[in-house]
């Protein structure tokens, strides 16, 4: 889970959602709540492999790849990762990630899983020069600028924002009965 914000009347609330931007990593957790030796076994597969994974943004979003380069570390991608910027003029609606090496599959299924993005073993050629040197080419569509549209705060900022509270109750109340979908920029 990550901390974030949303806007409520004029006051920000800190909210958790999950850090990929979609829920498979919790419905995992919860599917093999009983068997989490299951989940040790995956992730220390995914380590293993150490794979390289080249990130392409066609997401049509500047410095987007930067953003994804940072999740990939965080849920466990400690490997090198290079990370390239296709032409700002193109642009891409669904994720794709390309499975270059076909040696690395522990890491194929979570890269695509909790990215949500679609597997593909055909390289186009137009990113071929771009993904060589790498086993795994994620190509990061506008869906996923969808899903992680989020600005990530931390726990620290949510304690020291949680001791300034400058709202009185009652309006916090009619606030959260009101409830906001919209994110905090």
Excluded: W
């Excluded at 995914?46 to 080249?54: D, L, P």
């Excluded at 994804?68 to 193109?90: D, H, M, P, V, Y």
């Excluded at 620290?156 to 109750?169: A, R």
């Amino acid at each position: 889970m990550a901390v974030s914000r949303v806007a409520m009347g004029r006051v920000s609330a800190f909210i958790l959602i999950p850090r990929t931007g979609n829920y498979d990593e919790i419905r995992d957790l919860a599917k093999n709540i009983f068997d989490l030796d299951l989940l040790e076994r995956k992730k220390e597969e995914v380590k293993k492999e150490n794979a390289v994974i080249a990130i392409i943004n066609e997401s049509g979003v500047s410095n987007f790849d930067r953003k994804i380069a940072n999740l990939l570390e965080k849920i466990g991608f400690e490997t090198k990762i290079s990370i390239s910027s296709a032409n700002r003029s193109t642009k891409t609606d669904k994720t794709t990630v390309f499975d270059i090496s076909k040696t690395k599959p522990f890491s194929l299924e979570d890269v695509s899983k909790k990215l949500g993005a679609t597997v593909s073993q055909d390289l186009p050629a137009a990113f071929s020069s771009q993904c060589q040197k790498a086993d795994l080419c994620l190509v990061a569509g506008s869906d996923l600028t969808d899903n992680l549209d989020f600005e990530e705060g931390t726990v620290t900022e949510l304690e020291n924002e949680y001791d300034h509270q400058q709202i009185d109750e009652r309006e916090y109340i009619d606030l959260l009965k009101k409830g906001s979908t919209k994110k905090y920029n």
